[in-house]
C-alpha cells in the first residue's frame, strides 16, 4: 500500500510539473527576493509585457509596460521575485548598476541600457 501511494504521489508530482504548477524561475539579483518593486497593473494583469526597466540611485526597481499612459493608480508593489516570474529576460538586468535605466521595443528585442537623469 505504501509503494502504491508513492507511486501516486510521484506521478501527481510530475503532472503539476508538466502544467507548470510547480515552475521554477531563475533568480539572479543579488537583491533579496522579497524586495519591494513598482510595476503596472498592464504588466501584472499581463495586458502588455515589461519593455521599460529602472534601478534608481536609491537602489529602488521599476519594471513597467514602457507606455505613458499612467496614473497613480496604475502603479502596484509586488516582490522582485514575482516580476522574474511575470517576465524571466528581466533576469538579464540583474548587474544593472543605479541611476541607469533599460528599454526595449518588444520582448523579443535586446535591452538597450541609459543613463538616469540626475535627480
Given amino acids: 500500500m505504501t509503494r502504491r501511494l508513492l507511486l501516486t504521489t510521484i506521478i501527481s508530482m510530475g503532472i503539476f510539473n508538466l502544467f507548470g504548477q510547480n515552475k521554477t524561475t531563475e533568480y539572479k539579483f543579488s537583491d533579496p527576493e522579497d524586495k519591494a518593486i513598482i510595476t503596472c497593473d498592464h504588466v501584472l494583469n499581463g495586458d502588455r509585457p ?26 502596484k508593489v509586488i516582490s522582485l521575485k514575482q516580476a ?31 543613463r538616469m537623469p540626475a535627480e
Fill in 84 to 114: 522574474t516570474e511575470i517576465d524571466p529576460s528581466i533576469n538579464d538586468l540583474y548587474e544593472m548598476p543605479v541611476n541607469v535605466g533599460a528599454e526595449r521595443e518588444s520582448v523579443k528585442d535586446k535591452w538597450q541600457p541609459f
Fill in 50 to 75: 515589461i519593455l521599460y526597466a529602472s534601478h534608481d540611485a536609491e537602489g529602488d526597481w521599476q519594471f513597467l509596460c514602457g507606455h505613458e499612459d499612467h496614473t497613480e493608480d496604475n502603479a
